[in-house]
């Protein structure tokens, strides 16, 4: 499965259990956050100062090794 930055967190967590870990390590810390279940990981990357594309393709290279 691909994802992309319009995927909601909260879906996105259920895709794979590697994917918690890979947003843990660019600092995002709030996953359990009520807020952070109902944004896309675009909206969570401008919130946390990250690269979006950057972070979509490591999850993506890792769900493409699994």
């Known amino acids: 499965m691909q994802i992309d930055k319009n995927m909601v ?3 996105l ?3 794979d259990d590697c994917v918690a870990p ?3 390590r660019a ?3 709030c996953l359990g956050c009520p ?3 109902g944004e896309s990981l675009e909206e969570a990357c401008m919130v946390h100062g ?9 999850i993506n290279e890792v769900l493409a090794d699994r």
């Open 9 to 11: 967190i909260g879906n």
């Open 13 to 15: 967590l259920q895709v």
């Open 22 to 24: 890979i947003l843990m």
């Open 27 to 29: 600092g995002m810390h």
């Open 35 to 37: 807020s952070s279940q």
């Open 50 to 58: 990250l690269d979006c594309d950057v972070l979509v393709s490591q």
